[in-house]
């Protein structure tokens, strides 16, 4: 048996896992695989690494349906695996997804789907910190808050017992594209990523080169340096409001009763806080996730007179002041107030 030269992106991904704690030692991992040179490059170092760490390894590669070479592509992946010696689990899509949405959601609940059935408890992806700092841009400028620009992270909850993860979130992916040529991995070009109608194309050809060329050289480093602190921020925010919402909950209200918050509790907290709080409130009892609008509506009622009222919210519900409490009130039980 030839032994795969050990490399610094070796070094570099196995001290990562290890401080991350990304995988454990024995982790079943199940590797999603496009064909692509960032999954490619994933799956050839988790390959490498498997002696060190006793991982038992397998590839999972989604067929949208979207090119005439979705087929073949499919193909290379399954010859791919078995020539690794490694299970392989391709998923045909039955109808084409309508959107790169819609592609998106079908392979994570596939690839979920996948782990559950065949015990696998962590999924690897190959997003790298360029995904992270296009993706970082792109939520930037559709003005999105802090939670959008976090963007990628390490790892989260892809389904009940089954992790996502993305082990290359600090490697660029010029260093990608550089380690499959080093060993002699055959990339499959995907022709869609050539098609500048779609925004993230736009920022990966376009904007951030202009960005690296104009502004500063590092910009990708910059950008998904900045996606990680944020991502530590919204963290520790997001408790923080989940503990002051605690606390502005009534302590033990019916189920039948009005969802209410005590106002005198979130008047003294901070504003971040304060909007924070509010809005996984409303993302409690709402039908669809809140955004901006909303929450400041909510927002307007801590300091309003007694007895002021918001227009109605998605779904039809308002909220209004009752003395020291805000309630939200639904439109079925509004009529017999
Ligand atoms: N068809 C596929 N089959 C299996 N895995 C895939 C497929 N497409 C993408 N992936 C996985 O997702 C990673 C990211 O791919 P890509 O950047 O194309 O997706 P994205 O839609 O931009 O990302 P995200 O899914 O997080 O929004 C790849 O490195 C690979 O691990």
């Given at each position: 048996m030839t032994l795969?030269?050990?490399?610094p992106l070796h070094a570099q991904l196995h001290r990562g896992i290890r401080q991350r704690q990304l995988f454990c030692r024995g982790d079943r991992l199940l590797m999603a695989v496009s064909g692509g040179q960032d999954s490619l490059c994933l799956a050839q170092l988790l390959m490498d690494l498997q002696p060190k760490w006793g991982w038992?390894?397998?590839?999972?590669?989604?067929?949208?349906?979207?090119?005439?070479?979705?087929?073949?592509n499919a193909d290379y992946v399954r010859l791919l695996a078995e020539s690794w010696g490694v299970p392989v689990f391709i998923e045909t899509a039955a109808d084409i997804p309508a959107s790169e949405a819609a592609a998106r959601a079908w392979r994570y609940d596939v690839l979920g789907a996948i782990a559950r059935a065949h015990g696998y408890s962590r999924v690897a992806t190959g997003h790298t910190m360029s995904d992270r700092a296009e993706?970082?841009?792109?939520?930037?400028?559709?003005?999105?808050?802090?939670?959008?620009?976090?963007?990628?992270?390490?790892?989260?909850?892809?389904?009940?017992?089954?992790?996502?993860?993305?082990?290359?979130?600090?490697?660029?992916?010029?260093?990608t594209a550089e380690f499959c040529q080093s060993r002699g991995l055959r990339v499959w070009e995907d022709s869609t990523n050539q098609d500048l109608r779609h925004p993230r194309n736009r920022i990966r050809q376009d904007i951030l080169p202009a960005l690296k060329a104009h502004l500063n050289p590092q910009a990708e480093a910059a950008l998904a340096h900045t996606a990680e602190l944020l991502r530590a921020d919204v963290d520790y925010l997001e408790s923080a409001a989940a503990d002051l919402l605690h606390r502005a909950l009534p302590p033990a209200a019916p189920p039948d009763e009005h969802p209410q918050l005590h106002r005198p509790t979130l008047q003294i907290a901070p504003l971040a806080l304060q909007r924070r709080a509010l809005r996984q409130f409303l993302a409690r009892h709402l039908p669809e996730a809140p955004g901006f609008e909303p929450v400041e509506k909510l927002l307007a009622l801590l300091d309003a007179p007694n007895r002021s009222q918001t227009d109605p919210f998605a779904g039809g519900a308002i909220a209004r002041v009752a003395g020291d409490w805000i309630e939200l009130v639904d439109p079925a039980n509004r009529a017999k107030q």
């Open positions: 795969s030269p050990w490399t038992e390894l397998a590839i999972a590669h989604c067929n949208h349906r979207w090119r005439p070479d979705a087929g073949a993706t970082l841009l792109y939520n930037l400028v559709r003005g999105s808050g802090a939670d959008g620009l976090q963007s990628l992270t390490w790892r989260r909850e892809l389904c009940p017992g089954v992790a996502l993860v993305r082990p290359l979130l600090d490697v660029r992916r010029v260093e």
